[in-house]
T-cell receptor
Framework: AQKVTQAQTEISVVEKEDVTLDCVYETRDTTYYLFWYKQPPSGELVFLIRRNSFDEQNEISGRYSWNFQKSTSSFNFTITASQVVDSAVYFCALSEVSGGGADGLTFGKGTHLIIQP | DAGVIQSPRHEVTEMGQEVTLRCKPISGHDYLFWYRQTMMRGLELLIYFNNNVPIDDSGMPEDRFSAKMPNASFSTLKIQPSEPRDSAVYFC???????????FGSGTRLTVV
């Protein structure tokens, strides 16, 4: 069965610091998808990134970057020059492919990121 | 595109009452998912549909929970009878084929007293 582990329950940094959120996953499938979602205090779940298991290229989007390493089953998320608006709970999630179609997401427990001014 | 629309946003009900949560997925999305979020258990998949057909309901906690999708633009999650431990935020999400991406609704915060 699939599993996602976010070992960091809470991280607190001062604004402008860089911060990395860890994500380790387990799956028996060779084809799968990894996601990161942001949940701000307002409660909605905001999609950040989707990565398939065949694409190990790192991705950068503004201050956000993601490091996918199949060898260590990790999909870490780094925020550079953090800002107070980045304060939120961040979820890593895994979706396996069954029968070629979409499957449900298995979420980690989330990391509560606090950016102090 | 209006996104995934859930109603109501908040629901407070008494134990034993029937509760119905509603979801309108994004037009053209073939998959619809219901999730529940609690402090203790985090985000859990309850059930999902493909082309209006339930595919996997193994996450539904008890027979008191049921879900339907009568057409491509509407789904309901019903709890009957409700219990205090059902208090949670219930999210609906929709997706196209092949794990393209999941768009979540704003959630329904259910409180059973």
């Amino acid at each position: 069965a699939q599993k996602v582990t976010q070992a960091q329950t809470e991280i607190s940094v001062v604004e402008k610091e860089d911060v990395t959120l860890d994500c380790v996953y387990e799956t028996r499938d060779t084809t799968y998808y990894l996601f990161w979602y942001k949940q701000p205090p307002s409660g909605e779940l905001v999609f950040l990134i989707r990565r398939n298991s065949f694409d190990e290229q790192n991705e950068i989007s503004g201050r956000y970057s993601w490091n996918f390493q199949k060898s260590t089953s990790s999909f870490n998320f780094t925020i550079t020059a953090s800002q107070v608006v980045d304060s939120a709970v961040y979820f890593c999630a895994l979706s396996e492919v069954s029968g070629g179609g979409a499957d449900g997401l298995t979420f980690g427990k989330g990391t509560h990121l606090i950016i102090q001014p | 595109d209006a996104g995934v629309i859930q109603s109501p946003r908040h629901e407070v009900t008494e134990m034993g009452q029937e509760v119905t949560l509603r979801c309108k997925p994004i037009s053209g999305h073939d998959y619809l998912f219901w999730y529940r979020q609690t402090m203790m258990r985090g985000l859990e998949l309850l059930i999902y549909f493909n082309n209006n057909v339930p595919i996997d309901d193994s996450g539904m906690p008890e027979d008191r929970f049921s879900a339907k999708m009568p057409n491509a633009s509407f789904s309901t999650l019903k709890i009957q009878p409700s219990e205090p431990r059902d208090s949670a935020v219930y999210f609906c999400a929709s997706s196209r084929q092949s794990n393209y991406g999941y768009t979540f609704g704003s959630g329904t915060r259910l409180t059973v007293v």
